[in-house]
C-alpha cells in the first residue's frame, strides 16, 4: 500500500557471423568481393616497377591474383562481418512512502556484456621497406611491402563491457515557508571496459628481421617467416574505467502572489565527480 518496486532481467545472446558465410549473397548481389592489396605473399612498390607480386603469389592460402601484376589477400575468408555478444542486464526501480509527507525511491542497473571479434591476420601499415641487396628481393631495386602478417593467424579480440548506475533519495513536502517541496538525492555509477587483442604484431621486430637478409616476405610458407612470428608477435591491451558520483538537492516554495497567481523560488545545489582511468599495454 506504501511503496512498489519494478525489475527487469533481460539476457541477449548472438552467434558470431564469418564473412565467408556471406559470401554468396554479396557476389550474387552483383557486389565485388573486396581483396586487400597487403597480401601475405607481398606486394612490392617502387616507382619503377609501380604495385607487383612474385610470379607465383597465387599458389599461397587466400592470395588471390586480381590482375596480371599482382594478388590481392581474401581477408573476408577469415575474418568475422559480426562479433559474439553475451549480455545480461538488470534494471530495479522503486519507491516507498515512509510518512504521508516523505518519500524514499531508487533505481539499479547493472549491466555485464562480453564479446569476441575476429579480423583477418594483421596488415603491416607502418609498410616495411626492403633493399634492393636483400637476397630475397627478386626486382633488383629499393621498394615498400604492402604485407600481411599471416603466421600468427586472425586477430581475435575479447572484450568485456560492465555498467553499474545506483540512485536513490528522499522527496517529500511540508509546511516550511507555507508550504514547501523537496528532494535530496545521490548516484555513483561505473562503466569499465577491457579487451584483448591477440596476434597483432610490431612493425619494428619485422623490420628489423627483412633487414638482417634472413626473411623472405614473399612466401608466407618459408620457414624464416615462422622463425620470426615469436619476436613479431604482440598483445594489444586496452582497460579503462569512468566513475562518476554525485549528490544534491532543491527545495521549492511560493514566495507571494501576484493577483490570484503565486511567484515561486527553487534553490539547491549538486556536486559531482568524474574520475576516468586508462590503461595501455607498453607498446
Not at 553499474?164 to 535530496?184: H, I, P, T, V
Not at 633487414?211 to 604482440?234: E, Q
Request: net charge negative.
Amino acid at each position: 500500500d506504501r511503496g512498489n518496486i519494478t525489475f527487469v532481467l533481460d539476457h541477449q545472446e548472438k552467434e558470431m557471423m564469418y564473412n565467408r558465410q556471406i559470401k554468396g549473397l554479396v557476389t550474387g548481389a552483383g557486389l565485388p568481393w573486396a581483396y586487400s592489396s597487403f597480401n601475405s605473399s607481398a606486394n612490392f612498390f617502387s616507382p619503377t616497377t609501380g604495385l607487383v607480386g612474385v610470379a607465383n603469389c597465387d599458389t599461397f592460402e587466400n592470395s588471390i591474383r586480381v590482375s596480371a601484376a599482382r594478388c590481392g589477400f581474401d581477408h573476408g575468408a577469415t575474418s568475422a562481418n559480426e562479433s559474439s555478444l553475451s549480455r545480461d542486464s538488470l534494471l530495479v526501480n522503486g519507491n516507498y512512502q515512509l510518512t504521508d509527507n516523505t518519500a524514499f525511491f531508487f533505481r539499479a542497473i547493472a549491466s555485464d556484456t562480453s564479446s569476441l571479434g575476429v579480423y583477418a591476420s594483421a596488415p603491416v601499415d607502418t609498410y616495411p621497406t626492403i633493399a634492393a641487396s636483400n637476397p630475397y628481393n627478386p626486382f633488383g631495386v629499393d621498394g615498400t611491402l604492402y604485407y600481411r602478417f599471416t603466421p600468427l593467424g586472425t586477430r581475435d579480440s575479447i572484450r568485456k563491457d560492465t555498467y553499474r548506475d545506483f540512485s536513490g533519495g528522499f522527496q517529500g513536502s511540508n509546511d516550511w515557508f507555507g508550504g514547501a517541496d523537496w528532494k535530496l538525492s545521490a548516484s555513483h555509477g561505473r562503466v569499465a571496459q577491457a579487451s584483448v587483442n591477440y596476434n597483432y604484431g610490431l612493425g619494428s621486430a619485422l623490420q628489423n628481421a627483412i633487414d638482417t637478409g634472413n626473411y623472405n616476405p614473399f612466401d608466407p610458407t618459408h620457414p624464416s617467416v615462422v622463425a620470426a612470428a615469436p619476436s613479431v608477435a604482440h598483445t594489444v591491451f586496452v582497460e579503462s574505467e569512468q566513475t562518476t558520483v554525485s549528490f544534491g538537492g532543491n527545495i521549492s516554495f511560493d514566495l507571494f502572489s501576484i493577483g490570484d497567481r503565486p511567484a515561486g523560488f527553487v534553490t539547491g545545489f549538486e556536486y559531482l565527480e568524474d574520475r576516468l582511468a586508462l590503461t595501455y599495454d607498453a607498446q
